[in-house]
């Protein structure tokens, strides 16, 4: 196993959404294969922790890495100010990396060899000095590491052991800098960074350290019972579950719904009890909505959750009004909270489909008013705390414009340096870097949803062609003059089913994206004059190394991995649209820019847009205002007398504009008088 190896990547997750994610080859080594150390149990030999230890009491290996380049190297990479003060330990378990970042950075393969000659040499003298493997791994990390080389995923069981972080001490937050750190570094992917401590996650979770992540250590008491498991005692229940099912996915106009015939008849005996009269008829009660497939296996979920709660603890419920009683939803919160130290941001998503269901589903109206009651009794997330959480999140909007600048130097040098006979591999690496450049610049100007972004097609969703007279497209121009001129325009389309707004989108490309997608699309080698409308699998937009489409773990990788490397912040694509609105917001004082917003993004209603970011704002906004206020009153008191008051510019402009004016009126009435008194004496 090499330590910059990705491991095992899934069909759909090609070097496009991980990079080029492979590493030196170097052979892992832990505590159970350390060399032999002859000094080990020397009375009075202390073994050396730094490497200036080992460069001190071995004067021929002082001698050799005298003046070696890899001082330099070592210093920056890990940024310290001395080779001297560098770690043993950290040496040991971070040199694949090490040796994986130099081949990121292009260094020579001769030059790398020579390093990693040297780090061999400098573990094989503190080794001869006492130093061992066995000395950084504690008991319980021994116990790990040998499953976890199984895993792939040895080389974070070295590095917290390195740094001596114990497996009872370890929390979420490490594991992500450590993705961050390696990122950052280039000592690996996203991808493989990310693959990497998912597998680690699940080892330590599994080995019952629930500290490391305790809403992922829930799922794995798995309690839940799948839909197509209820026993035949819950036949009932489990056709009523269907139905629910079917009820949220047809459409709101019931087109697709069971005519009254069909319909089994509820048991009044059994709503009885539930239905006191109060909730009737509730005129604030929503409309119906016709939710995606993704809504509703959530819903199918959070019933299956329930259910097996229900179960777990010896209870049968037979009917859906059974299973929606207030004491099984009271019992199921409190050992949710309780048991599984579950959130309370947790907790509302567990719940919320299941108060959707409630709200808009005739046969359980008898729980709405419970269900109200029982929502408003878990606390929301604070604003102040989500509005931290997402500035942390947020990089500046100077650092996100200039990575497709930065990736477009990248791919010139890469295509600078190729050789004549241009490999694949190569051909891969230029069309990662160009999908990558021009995927920020789209998301720049058009922050589309992740569903829209790897499921546009072109000739389809994205096509250049004449705009109809019926069109809904703006343009700005008049449409005769449209029609006269005989032109393409690139427009894009997508219908309400296609769309999580629920409505059709006709717009036309901004121009800003005209010029970098016929780029790239020369770079892909496809004409769009030769992709027929009719074409039963048109090409999509943005596409991985094996040309197919790209899925949303790919395209979270890439954005993760970008914005870690050129913003050291890991934002996805809805971090993207939320700056996108924010700084739409700070830039746009109109009374209706909700409005416009509210077409930007594709929400159907702009009271959403409302919602989402009237108060998500960036908490550095309020700051800068002040600032700059503060600023322009101190630069009005600091200004000399004879420019403030009314000795000013703009105020002498003023007043010597008003007497001008006052003198050409004068001027005019006295010019009238003199013609009045001519016209009299004649």
């Known amino acids: 196993m090499t330590f910059g190896d990705p491991g095992p990547v899934p069909p759909e997750s090609p070097a496009i959404a991980s990079g080029t994610g492979s590493a030196e080859p170097c052979r892992e080594s832990g505590p159970s294969d350390s060399p032999q150390n002859p000094a080990a149990g020397i009375a009075g030999l202390r073994s050396p922790k730094t490497v200036g230890e080992v460069l001190e009491r071995s004067p021929r290996c002082a001698n050799l890495l005298k003046d070696h380049p890899i001082r330099a190297r070592i210093t920056q990479h890990y940024g310290i100010q001395e080779f001297e003060q560098l770690q043993i330990n950290l040496l040991y378990t971070q040199r694949s990396l090490f040796m994986t970042a130099l081949k990121h950075k292009m260094v020579p393969a001769k030059e790398r060899t020579r390093f990693r000659y040297a780090i061999q040499i400098l573990l094989n003298e503190a080794t001869g000095l006492g130093w061992s493997a066995d000395l950084i791994f504690s008991k319980e990390w021994k116990s790990i590491y040998q499953e976890a080389r199984n895993n792939r995923c040895a080389i974070l069981v070295m590095y917290f052991a390195g740094i001596g972080v114990q497996p009872g001490d370890l929390v979420r937050s490490q594991i992500d800098n450590w993705i961050n750190e390696r990122v950052i570094a280039q000592e690996r992917t996203f991808w493989s960074a990310w693959e990497a401590a998912f597998k680690f996650t699940n080892l330590m979770l599994g080995k019952a350290y629930t500290n490391i992540d305790i809403i992922a250590a829930a799922r794995f008491d798995d309690y839940a019972i799948p839909l197509k498991d209820f026993p035949p005692s819950a036949l009932i229940l489990r056709n009523q579950v269907q139905q629910l099912l079917d009820f949220r996915k047809n459409p709101r106009d019931g087109s697709r719904d069971k005519p009254e015939e069909e319909r089994k008849p509820e048991d009044e005996d059994k709503l009885s009890d539930a239905d006191n009269g109060d909730d009737i008829y509730d005129p604030a009660r929503p409309e119906r909505k016709q939710v995606r497939e993704i809504t509703a296996r959530t819903l199918e979920c959070s019933i299956c959750c ?201 717009r036309l490309l901004p121009p800003e994206l005209i010029a970098p997608l016929e780029e790239y699309l020369a770079i892909r080698g496809i004409d769009i004059r030769d992709i027929k409308a009719d074409d039963p699998a048109p090409p999509p937009l943005f596409i991985n190394a094996e040309g197919r489409r790209m899925v949303h773990i790919q395209l979270y990788c890439i954005i993760c991995g970008l914005t870690l490397r050129f913003g050291r912040k890991r934002a996805s694509t809805k971090v993207l649209r939320d700056m996108f609105a924010s700084r739409y917001l700070e830039t746009h004082k109109e009374p209706d820019r909700f409005d416009d917003l509210a077409e930007i993004l594709w929400h159907s209603d702009p009271a959403i847009t409302r919602k989402y970011y009237a108060t998500q704002r960036d908490l550095r906004c309020g700051a800068r205002i002040a600032d700059e206020y503060l600023k322009e009153r101190r630069l009005r008191r600091t200004q000399p007398p004879s420019v403030s008051g009314l000795a000013s510019p703009d105020r002498v402009l003023w007043w010597v504009s008003c007497g001008l004016a006052v003198y050409i009126l004068l001027f005019a009435i006295l010019l009238f008088l003199v013609v009045l008194f001519r016209l009299k004496s004649f």
């Open 306 to 506: 329930l259910y097996g709660f229900l179960k777990k603890h010896g209870r049968d419920p037979q009917s859906l009004d059974q299973l929606f009683e207030d004491a099984c939803l009271n019992d199921y919160h409190r050992w949710l909270l309780n048991e599984h130290s579950t959130p309370p941001t947790a907790l509302r998503f567990r719940f919320q489909p299941l108060q959707a269901a409630v709200n808009q589903y005739p046969a359980l109206k008898g729980r709405r008013k419970f269900l109200r009651k029982f929502m408003t009794q878990i606390p929301n997330e604070p604003d102040w705390k989500r509005r931290r959480r997402m500035a942390e999140k947020c990089i500046s909007h100077e650092d996100l414009e200039k990575i497709p600048g930065e990736l477009r130097l990248e791919r010139e040098a890469l295509v600078a340096t190729a050789p004549k006979g241009e490999s694949n591999s190569h051909k891969t690496a230029v069309l990662r870097l160009a999908t990558e450049e021009f995927l920020i610049k789209w998301l720049l100007v058009l922050p589309w949803r992740a569903r829209n972004i790897c499921e546009c097609r072109l000739g389809r969703n994205l096509k250049k062609d004449f705009i109809e007279a019926n069109s809904m497209l703006v343009t700005g121009l008049r449409m005769k003059e449209v029609q006269k001129s005989g032109q393409k325009f690139w427009q894009y389309s997508f219908t309400k089913e296609e769309c999580k707004g629920k409505k059709d989108i006709d």
